[in-house]
């Protein structure tokens, strides 16, 4: 069971307000992540982080933030929600590469998930 | 382009049936290949993962395989049970990058009935 923990676990807000997506885990990766994923598609990477004060966009174009103050600590921020933001977040942190002689690399662990819907 | 591809998309099985879930894959270059499962409304968890040099990995009832020459994975599941109900995502990370890019697949969405 991975230590990666997010909160809410499911939030309904109306258009407009701010909203903050906290995630956090307990196992020391310096590396974390936010996916979006609607149902029966697959997940977008939308942020990710190397470690603390870094933090770059991903794939998927989002009008998000996130921040990386602390290792164990990579927070999402909505600052006017929309309609257009209802899906599924999920955050994730990774360990360090192996390399093939050992475990594979980068292994992830997922977080719950948080269900947003903007109404 | 990078891409994962599944199928079927879909999936209904009763209990104590064996069922294969197929994946192919266009990622280059090859890192390793995951399966995951993703029960609803929870996070993908890890069920394997391979290396290029890897064909065959088992973990308990699941079993992938994995052809890096015609880049193609299946997931068996032997003796389904009920809890075996979820969504299995076939994810490819590829080795250009030090972040280890994953590109996940759709799923494949797997129904046990008693």
């Known amino acids: 069971e991975a230590d990666i923990y997010q909160t809410p676990r499911y939030l309904v807000i109306g258009t407009g307000k701010k909203i903050t997506l906290e995630c956090s885990q307990t196992?020391?990766?310096?590396?974390m992540y936010w996916y979006q994923q609607d149902p029966g598609m697959e997940l977008h990477l939308i942020h990710y982080s190397y470690g603390v004060n870094s933090t770059e966009k991903g794939d998927l174009s989002s009008e998000s933030t996130v921040s990386r103050i602390r290792t164990e600590h990579f927070p999402l921020t909505l600052e006017s929600a929309r309609p257009s933001h209802t899906s599924q977040y999920l955050c994730?942190?990774?360990?360090?590469?192996?390399?093939?002689?050992?475990?594979?690399?980068?292994?992830?662990?997922f977080g719950p998930g948080t269900r947003l819907t903007v109404t | 382009k990078n891409q994962v591809e599944q199928s079927p998309q879909s999936l209904i099985i009763l209990e104590g049936k064996n069922c294969t879930l197929q994946c192919n894959y266009t990622v280059s270059p090859f890192s390793n290949l995951r399966w995951y499962k993703q029960d609803t409304g929870r996070g993908p968890v890890s069920l394997t993962i391979m290396t290029f040099s890897e064909n065959t990995k088992s973990n308990g009832r699941y079993t992938a395989t994995l052809d890096a020459d015609t880049k193609q994975s299946s997931l068996h599941i032997t003796a389904s049970q009920l809890s075996d109900s979820a969504s299995y995502i076939c994810?490819?990370?590829?080795?250009?990058?030090?972040?280890?890019?994953?590109?996940f697949g759709r799923g494949t969405q797997l129904t046990v009935w008693p």
């Open positions: 994730a942190s990774s360990d360090e590469p192996q390399g093939f002689a050992g475990k594979p690399s980068y292994e992830q662990y």
């Open positions: 994810v490819v990370s590829d080795r250009g990058s030090t972040l280890g890019r994953l590109y």
């Open positions: 196992m020391g990766h310096d590396k």
